[in-house]
């Protein structure tokens, strides 16, 4: 089992929808979650972090995290076509970061 | 406030020959952790440096080699490339170590390409 995974898509959605993004991990002592956004040849930049259950909100992006079901998860409101990328997952279980092979989002015009 | 700045960004380099990428942190960014990225791999964790200390080591052969100055600055090493080896390195800052905050962020670099032919 890998230590983090993702669905690596392609997911495709509708402009203007809700994107849907999830990611379970395995080591359940594990204590903050990253969303990264990366777009073809570029380097991942950070969206946001979470460390506690329940919802964090930044703009159009929510992270949720639940602990007992070792699941996170990114929605992205209103979805735009420049939201196109691939979203990496990154887990912290301690000394390292550990990234999900991420989920590439199509947002259709 | 400059970011993660790597170099080269770009470099060919031959089967057998070695390779030393460069990486300056985030003004007051302490840690220093590098990523391999392929498309088969995803980002695998190179290692982390902290204090000039490497601090964790992700499994790679010996051949992958690193280290960090006084200034913070990084370097890695890769000798007797090999075909493989092929791939965007990323360098990421933080301002300490990895898990030793709940919110401690890594910040990438804009990567070095490597290609080895």
């Known amino acids: 089992q890998k230590e983090v995974e993702q669905n690596s898509g392609p997911l495709s959605v509708p402009e203007g929808a809700i994107a849907s993004l999830n990611c379970t991990y395995s080591?359940?002592?594990?204590?903050?979650f990253f969303w990264y956004r990366q777009y073809s040849g570029k380097s991942p930049e950070l969206i946001m972090f979470i460390y506690s259950n329940g919802d964090k909100e930044d703009g159009r992006f929510t992270a949720q995290l639940n602990k007992a079901s070792q699941y996170v998860s990114l929605l992205i409101r209103d979805s735009q076509p420049s939201d196109s990328a691939t979203y990496l997952c990154a887990v912290n279980g301690g000394e390292k970061l550990t990234f999900g092979t991420g989920t590439r989002l199509t947002i259709i015009p | 406030k400059a970011g993660v700045t790597q170099t080269p960004r770009y470099l060919i380099k031959t089967r057998g020959q070695q390779v030393t990428l460069s990486c300056s942190p985030i003004?007051?960014?302490?840690?220093v952790s590098w990523y391999q990225q392929t498309p088969g791999q995803g980002l695998q964790f190179l290692f982390e440096y902290f204090s000039e200390t490497q601090r964790n080591k992700g499994n790679f052969p010996g051949r992958f080699s690193g280290r960090q100055f006084s200034n913070s600055r990084s370097e890695m090493n890769v000798s007797t490339l090999e075909l493989g080896d092929s791939a965007l390195y990323l360098c990421?800052?933080?301002?300490?170590?990895?898990?030793?905050?709940?919110?401690?962020?890594?910040?990438f670099g804009e990567g070095s390409w490597l290609t080895v032919v």
């Open positions: 080591d359940r002592g594990s204590q903050s």
């Open positions: 990421a800052s933080s301002i300490s170590r990895t898990g030793s905050l709940p919110g401690n962020t890594i910040y």
């Open positions: 003004s007051g960014h302490r840690s």
